[in-house]
């Protein structure tokens, strides 16, 4: 693996099933019973600090499972345990050619190779989707020769801007440090990346997310519209931050299936419109 050395030893699993300590960076498969062509790559966040996989991507990749998608779940590195910071970056790049280099084998037709990021996971993802002109890291073999663009990326309550006022972010503080310049800020926010080429992207978020706040999704669907790129945004009234999936009853319930909706009628994931 590039990016240094980090941490030795089992991976810190807690009992909300929120990882840390990562030293082997993976993807855990979920295949469907019929895989219907599409994969998508799913990314927790966390802050760059640990890995929300219980509440994040366990549960979305159990529901893009039931549709026929195969989801791929990344266990990413972490910046502050000793590797390079743009290792969750090399990562990224690297799980999205593994996929297509093993596309035949799980049936997947690797032009349908989607990424889906909660949070920081959704930095992640959006990094993924719009640098995917840089490289990361020296290629390792010949599957770096594939491409690690995704096809489409759905970006879920996501930290995107590392430029203030919006940078009060673990996000930010992990990943370039408590003091960076202007210009650091500008090169790892991903809507100030965006061009022409950027895949189609959905956007969701809550109006009172205290996190995150909701200007990183309007900046980012402004960027996509003034470039051309297909998108769909929902800001949602209530719902706050972390919400994974949704729980019944909320507004931000119903992003599943907005996401959905918009993959079947763009062809990302086959299906009919109700």
């Given at each position: 693996?590039?990016?240094?050395?980090?941490?030795?030893?089992?991976?810190?699993?807690?009992?909300?099933?929120?990882?840390?300590?990562?030293?082997?960076?993976?993807?855990?498969?979920?295949?469907?019973?019929?895989?219907?062509?599409?994969?998508?790559?799913?990314?927790?966040?966390?802050?760059?600090?640990?890995?929300?996989?219980?509440?994040?991507?366990?549960?979305?990749?159990?529901?893009?499972?039931?549709?026929?998608?195969?989801?791929f779940e990344l266990v990413y590195r972490?910046?502050?345990?000793?590797?390079?910071?743009?290792?969750?970056?090399?990562?990224?790049?690297?799980?999205?050619?593994?996929?297509?280099?093993?596309?035949?084998?799980?049936?997947?037709?690797?032009?349908?190779?989607?990424?889906?990021?909660?949070?920081?996971?959704?930095?992640?993802?959006?990094?993924?989707?719009?640098?995917?002109?840089?490289?990361?890291?020296?290629?390792?073999?010949?599957?770096?020769?594939?491409?690690?663009?995704?096809?489409?990326?759905?970006?879920?309550?996501?930290?995107?801007?590392?430029?203030?006022?919006?940078?009060?972010?673990?996000?930010?503080?992990?990943?370039?440090?408590?003091?960076?310049?202007?210009?650091?800020?500008?090169?790892?926010?991903?809507?100030?990346?965006?061009?022409?080429?950027?895949?189609?992207?959905?956007?969701?978020?809550?109006?009172?997310?205290?996190?995150?706040?909701?200007?990183?999704?309007?900046?980012?669907?402004?960027?996509?519209?003034?470039?051309?790129?297909?998108?769909?945004?929902?800001?949602?009234?209530?719902?706050?931050?972390?919400?994974?999936?949704?729980?019944?009853?909320?507004?931000?319930?119903?992003?599943?299936?907005?996401?959905?909706?918009?993959?079947?009628?763009?062809?990302?994931?086959?299906?009919?419109?109700?």
């Amino acid at each position: 693996m590039p990016g240094g050395n980090g941490p030795t030893g089992p991976e810190h699993v807690s009992a909300k099933g929120s990882v840390t300590n990562v030293s082997h960076p993976r993807m855990n498969v979920y295949r469907p019973r019929k895989a219907n062509g599409t994969a998508v790559l799913v990314i927790s966040g966390g802050g760059y600090r640990h890995i929300e996989l219980g509440s994040e991507s366990g549960p979305a990749c159990r529901w893009l499972q039931s549709l026929g998608v195969t989801a791929f779940e990344l266990v990413y590195r972490l910046p502050g345990e000793g590797w390079v910071r743009t290792a969750p970056l090399q990562d990224g790049q690297r799980a999205m050619r593994v996929i297509r280099t093993a596309a035949a084998s799980f049936g997947i037709d690797a032009q349908r190779v989607g990424v889906l990021g909660f949070s920081a996971g959704g930095h992640l993802a959006g990094m993924t989707a719009v640098t995917s002109h840089i490289d990361r890291y020296a290629p390792i073999d010949t599957t770096d020769t594939l491409s690690s663009k995704p096809n489409f990326a759905g970006l879920i309550y996501p930290v995107l801007s590392l430029v203030p006022p919006f940078d009060n972010t673990e996000t930010r503080r992990q990943l370039i440090g408590e003091h960076p310049s202007l210009a650091e800020a500008i090169e790892f926010s991903v809507d100030r990346q965006v061009t022409a080429t950027s895949p189609p992207t959905f956007l969701a978020q809550a109006k009172d997310d205290p996190v995150s706040p909701v200007d990183n999704s309007l900046m980012m669907f402004n960027a996509l519209r003034k470039n051309d790129v297909l998108a769909e945004m929902h800001i949602f009234q209530a719902g706050g931050h972390g919400w994974g999936m949704g729980q019944p009853g909320s507004l931000v319930h119903a992003w599943p299936a907005l996401f959905e909706t918009w993959a079947v009628y763009n062809k990302l994931i086959p299906g009919v419109l109700a």
